[in-house]
């Protein structure tokens, strides 16, 4: 399993890194036996290094994620911005890029279809248009949408340039019956991940006309296990990632406020007492956080839980010193950051270490919009 794994389109932002915790051969084949002990600091020039390297040439291994590229591209500009280094990027030319990716409709009839017109992952899921000008294929996906209009904010670009009818008209065309969404018009998987999706979409365009958050909010609450995590569909297991999509969903919609744990329970859509003592026991003994009872400690997760806590008011239960010492030993000589201690590092667990160490209010890091996963004044438009 390649190190950010595929569903469909869209990077399974946090299934794939349970699922292979019980491979002895995954785990040979990135353990470094050679990696020196890990550094007691957080070594920023290294990661400078390590992004500015991926930023102009992607290594053959992501080959695979091909159809990902403006997913590893938010990792790389993000990344760089939570480092406060955007400026080693040429934002114009950025910017070019991500919006070449938006699928358009032929008229505004087309509107009223079941389309999406939302933004492509990669070139090569962007068919070109036909002699009559309308799309023969149009493979636009929420993940990738989000990740394309997380770089354009980064990178400071006014988000009113953007066909946002289009694309907030079309994207209701893909929330289900039951208020969740699917991640393209094609089909998918219908879970957490893209109800969150459709939120941070909404509340980045500040315009929820294209989700009915009601019905978004009664699925998210139907996927409460009776731990008081959330599993990323109703009835699955409670889910470290499913648990931070559907907690971000509700702040980014309304409906739970930072001081959830401080409200009567009773008066409460889910019970934060409960939900809290799930998040605080996945922390493990080594000092990170497991996605899910039983599995190991893994670097994104100290994003995944660590946001889930910071969200609803309980972040200072966290032992932050154990987290911070567990995420170094995940920390590469190399720069980056990798999924356990002594592995490779890769773009997908490097990100989502840059924002735990933000969370831990590493100085000289960009501070962390929980909700958006973004860097704060990113986030507010600044």
């Given at each position: 399993m390649s190190e950010t794994d595929v569903h469909g389109?869209?990077?399974?932002?946090?299934?794939?890194?349970?699922?292979?915790?019980?491979?002895?051969?995954?785990?040979e084949e990135y353990t470094s036996p050679s990696q020196p002990p890990s550094s007691s600091n957080f070594d920023k020039d290294r990661h400078l290094v390590y992004l500015q390297m991926m930023y102009e040439l992607l290594p053959h291994h992501y080959q695979s994620q091909e159809i990902n590229r403006l997913t590893l591209a938010h990792f790389?500009?993000?990344?760089?911005?939570?480092?406060?280094?955007?400026?080693?990027?040429?934002?114009?030319?950025?910017?070019?890029w991500v919006l070449s990716f938006q699928a358009f409709p032929s008229n505004r009839a087309s509107l009223k279809e079941v389309e999406f017109y939302g933004f492509y992952g990669s070139r090569s899921s962007q068919f070109p248009i036909d002699e009559n000008g309308d799309l023969t294929h149009n493979n636009s996906h929420l993940a990738s949408t989000?990740?394309?209009?997380?770089?354009?904010?980064?990178?400071?670009?006014?988000l009113s340039t953007i066909d946002s009818e289009?694309?907030?008209?079309?994207?209701?065309?893909?929330?289900?019956?039951?208020?969740?969404?699917?991640?393209?018009?094609?089909?998918?998987?219908?879970?957490?991940?893209?109800?969150y999706c459709a939120?941070?979409?909404?509340?980045?365009?500040?315009?929820?006309?294209?989700?009915?958050?009601?019905?978004?909010?009664?699925?998210?609450?139907?996927?409460?296990?009776?731990?008081?995590?959330?599993?990323?569909?109703p009835g699955s297991e409670s889910h470290g990632g499913g648990t931070y999509c559907a907690i971000a969903s509700l702040r980014l919609m309304g409906f739970i406020g930072a001081d959830l744990l401080s409200n009567d329970s009773s008066s409460s859509i889910l019970d934060p007492s409960l939900l809290l003592n799930w998040s605080l026991q996945r922390q493990a003994s080594d000092?990170?956080?497991?996605?899910?009872?039983?599995?190991?400690?893994?670097?994104?997760?100290?994003?995944?839980?660590?946001?889930?806590?910071?969200?609803?008011?309980?972040?200072?239960?966290?032992?932050?010193?154990?987290?911070?010492?567990?995420?170094?030993?995940?920390?590469?000589?190399?720069?980056?950051?990798?999924?356990?201690?002594?592995?490779?590092?890769?773009?997908?667990?490097?990100?989502?270490?840059y924002t735990a160490f933000s969370f831990l209010e590493e100085p000289g890091l960009s501070p962390l919009c929980p909700e958006l996963g973004l860097p704060l004044l990113t986030a507010l438009g600044i």
């Open positions: 389109e869209a990077v399974d932002w946090e299934s794939e890194d349970e699922d292979s915790d019980d491979s002895e051969e995954e785990e790389i500009i993000s990344g760089l911005h939570f480092l406060g280094a955007t400026d080693r990027v040429d934002k114009d030319v950025v910017a070019k989000y990740c394309a209009l997380a770089i354009l904010k980064v990178i400071g670009h006014d289009s694309l907030l008209l079309s994207m209701k065309n893909l929330q289900q019956d039951d208020g969740s969404f699917m991640p393209t018009h094609t089909g998918g998987e219908t879970d957490l991940r893209f109800v939120a941070a979409i909404c509340d980045m365009l500040g315009d929820w006309s294209g989700m009915d958050k009601e019905k978004a909010k009664n699925y998210i609450l139907n996927c409460q296990s009776y731990d008081g995590g959330f599993g990323l569909i000092g990170g956080f497991q996605g899910r009872t039983n599995k190991r400690s893994d670097t994104c997760y100290a994003f995944w839980i660590g946001a889930v806590l910071k969200l609803i008011g309980g972040d200072a239960f966290i032992d932050k010193i154990a987290l911070r010492q567990f995420l170094l030993s995940c920390q590469s000589k190399y720069g980056g950051f990798s999924k356990y201690p002594g592995a490779l590092p890769d773009l997908y667990h490097s990100y989502y270490g």
